[in-house]
């Protein structure tokens, strides 16, 4: 129900900004969080948004880099300073209640993955 898009191939040290749509329901009541798996790797959470925009956390690894913002129609995740180590297929997932937390069990909603791919 949830589908990720704004992926590409960029160069480290370049920007991007994904987006998080949904083609069936509304999450306006429910938090939003990005999550991404890279090759080999388990899923690993990145940033979350609560359902009014009001209040954000982030993974370590992306803090200062990463900003997540939504408005009345989709959620993003804008990218800076990428890394090659952030090369993965990010999803977003929309969580169970007006906030979620780091943790994939509190997110009910997932779509389909974008890839990001930061060469060196």
């Known amino acids: 129900q949830l589908q990720a898009s704004g992926g590409g191939l960029v160069q480290t040290g370049d920007s991007l900004r994904l987006s998080c749509t949904s083609s069936?329901?509304?999450?306006?009541?429910?938090?939003v969080g990005w999550f991404r798996q890279a090759p080999g790797k388990e899923r690993e959470f990145v940033a979350t948004?609560?359902?009014?925009?009001?209040n954000t956390y982030y993974a370590d690894s992306v803090k200062g880099r990463f900003t997540i913002s939504r408005d009345n129609v989709k959620v993003y995740l804008q990218m800076n300073s990428l890394k090659p180590e952030d090369t993965a297929v990010y999803y977003c997932?929309?969580?169970?209640?007006?906030?979620?937390?780091?943790?994939?069990?509190?997110?009910?909603?997932w779509g389909q993955g974008t890839l990001v791919t930061v060469s060196s």
């Open positions: 948004v609560s359902w009014n925009g009001a």
């Open positions: 069936r329901r509304t999450f306006s009541n429910n938090g």
């Open positions: 997932a929309a969580a169970r209640r007006a906030w979620g937390t780091s943790s994939a069990s509190d997110y009910a909603y």
